[in-house]
Nanobody
Framework: HVQLVESGGGSVQAGGSLRLSCIAFGITASTSCMAWFRQGPRNGREVVAGIVTGDGTTYYDGPYYADSRKGRVTISQESGKNQVYLQINNLKPEDTATYYC?????????????????WGQGTQVTVS
């Protein structure tokens, strides 16, 4: 039974930072794709970033790739654990969303869109 538990959301002022955390329980594979998605008040769910837990390969979707290059968005993994983080710096009001952690334990790479199998309950981030 796979379970994902997210934490780290909250209400912050624009320009601030947050680090979201996700722990996955019940995964026996040595490699999986863990990823963060988000859903804003006026948007559908969208991919933010993924990471392959076996080798640390990261994937950033669309505009988040540019954000990652600027150090605004970073996905990372706790070494040796099925625990991932999403660091978001210089938060903007448009970052307001529910952030969801997900995993596909059958993957040694990330396909992300439509491919994740298990989901957490989400953690709310509100930027004002």
């Amino acid at each position: 039974h796979v379970q994902l538990v997210e934490s780290g959301g909250g209400s912050v002022q624009a320009g601030g930072s947050l680090r979201l955390s996700c722990i996955a329980f019940g995964i026996t594979a040595s490699t999986s794709c863990m990823a963060w998605f988000r859903q804003g008040p006026r948007n559908g769910r969208e991919v933010v970033a993924g990471i392959v837990t076996g080798d640390g390969t990261t994937y950033y979707d669309g505009p988040y790739y540019a954000d990652s290059r600027k150090g605004r968005v970073t996905i990372s993994q706790e070494s040796g654990k099925n625990q991932v983080y999403l660091q978001i710096n210089n938060l903007k009001p448009e970052d307001t969303a529910t952030y969801y952690c997900s995993v596909n334990p059958l993957r040694s790479w990330c396909e992300l869109e439509g491919d994740q199998q298990y989901w957490g309950q989400g953690t709310q981030v509100t930027v004002s």
